[in-house]
């Protein structure tokens, strides 16, 4: 069921023999249809203890089209527990068979059997607050809690399991920023030689300080902040162009939120000579591929091209 001999794909474009530089993508979307990439690797810890603890509840925590709430609940249900989402926008819940019928994510969660709890956006800034959590024990029970976007110590070990001994032949392993737990797990994992670039989806610096709290003492990394395309859950045309011709040149599926940003940010470094000649460059393909549904909604109503 989950296809952990993942394979490092080279890719064979006219600018990489140009500026001489070797890519690859490590497969990682597909270790499972459902958990895939670092949602696969993030959880795998966490439900482990969720089961030494003999805890039958899984609670966590997303927005409406979150990779995080679908994997969690496809988890869940592979893993025989009960899975809560408690979902950002307590307007979806006033229609929710129109919202279900509309909305990938949630469908396909609420498939596995996952509940949801809608809250207002105000209440959803309490997700870590002490009163708030309090308040979902009395409703749910006795849960394992997994935070917004998976990311935790549990997280970032499961992570770190991404690198093999072979992929230490590389200069530099790339990956797209979320929360920040599955850089952390790549610093942790690579050696005194390579350097580590992330490339975050969200809009600002603030991730800097939540990385270093999970990751070793390495200063052999950083984030390259200029390709998230005005924020998260943001796209325009040049990206979805991209997208489309990387998967018709490559084979290999992008997506708009995480991993197209990034690979869109190494081909444009590679193009402006970023990286010397005769680099190697591993970059982590995270999965994420169950938005893409959902993203072709809004492209289509704005009369877009859809991702193919």
Aim: charged share 25%; hydrophobic share 35%; aromatic share 10%.
């Amino acid at each position: 069921m989950f296809n952990l001999n993942t394979y490092n794909q080279q890719i064979n474009l006219p600018i990489l023999d140009e500026k001489e530089i070797g890519l690859f993508i490590k497969r990682e979307d597909l270790i499972h249809p459902s958990i895939s990439g670092n949602k696969y690797r993030k959880l795998k810890y966490n439900l482990l203890e969720a089961k030494r603890l003999k805890l039958e509840i899984i609670l966590t925590f997303g927005g409406a089209y979150s990779n995080h709430i679908a994997a969690t609940a496809a988890a869940g249900k592979i893993g025989g527990f009960k899975t809560i989402g408690i979902i950002r926008g307590d307007e979806l819940a006033n229609d929710l068979d129109n919202v279900l019928e509309n909305n990938k994510t949630l469908k396909f969660a609420n498939s596995q059997g996952m509940d949801f709890k809608f809250v207002s956006r105000e209440d959803y800034r309490n997700k870590k607050e002490e009163v708030f959590l309090k308040k979902l024990k009395e409703e749910y029970g006795n849960f394992y809690l997994i935070p917004e976007g998976g990311t935790n110590e549990l997280a970032v070990k499961g992570c770190q399991e991404i690198l093999t001994a072979e992929d230490e032949k590389f200069d530099y392993i790339c990956s797209a920023v979320g929360t920040g737990g599955t850089i952390a797990g790549l610093i942790n994992a690579t050696t005194k030689a390579q350097k580590v670039i992330g490339f975050p989806a969200l809009k600002g610096n603030f991730l800097e300080g939540e990385i270093r709290k999970f990751s070793k003492e390495n200063n052999f990394w950083h984030l390259e902040n200029e390709y998230h395309f005005g924020g998260y859950g943001k796209f325009n045309e040049e990206l979805i162009s991209f997208i489309n011709s990387f998967k018709e040149k490559t084979t290999i599926p992008l997506d708009p939120i995480y991993t197209g940003k990034m690979v869109y940010g190494i081909i444009n470094m590679v193009s402006n000579d970023k990286f010397q000649r005769g680099s190697k460059i591993l970059i982590i393909h995270t999965g994420g591929l169950q938005g893409i549904e959902g993203i072709n909604q809004k492209l289509k109503r704005r009369n877009m091209d859809l991702i193919q």
